[in-house]
């Protein structure tokens, strides 16, 4: 055998070598819902993040920096909360739930403005 065909065997050795490591080194099922944990869970942050203020928005006209206080059970809902000292309003809450890609609930000063994403009439 030639030093070329020595060097090509290597090569080929190498490759396959490689491939056998990362075949076999893929993601347990912890890891993968430990990332679909993750996921879910950003994707709900982010959904609120930007449907929440909007909401706040058209019904009291004010643009919200981000909210006070944030609460979530990562998992199936998220809760954004902004207090305020003076202005239109001086306490809001916004309710965004998992596989519902608009406000669940807006409470705005203790009174429900939006419910499951429809305005509530007032009395």
């Known amino acids: 055998m030639s030093n070329v065909q020595k060097l090509i065997a290597a090569v080929v050795g190498v490759i396959v070598v490689g491939f ?7 993601q347990d099922e912890e ?20 449907q929440c203020p909007k909401a706040l928005k058209k019904h009291t006209g004010v643009s919200m920096v981000p909210p006070t206080e944030s609460e979530s059970d990562k998992k199936t809902f998220v809760k954004l909360t902004w207090i305020k000292k003076s202005g239109p309003f001086k306490k809001a809450t916004c ?12 409470v705005v000063d203790g009174k429900t403005v939006l419910k499951d994403g429809l305005p509530v009439a007032s009395d």
């Open 20 to 26: 056998l490591i990362v075949g076999t080194s893929g």
């Open 31 to 50: 890891d993968k819902l430990n990332e679909a944990f993750l996921r879910n869970a950003a994707m709900l942050f982010k959904i609120a993040n930007t």
């Open 95 to 106: 309710l965004i739930v998992e596989n519902q890609n608009s406000v669940k609930e807006l």
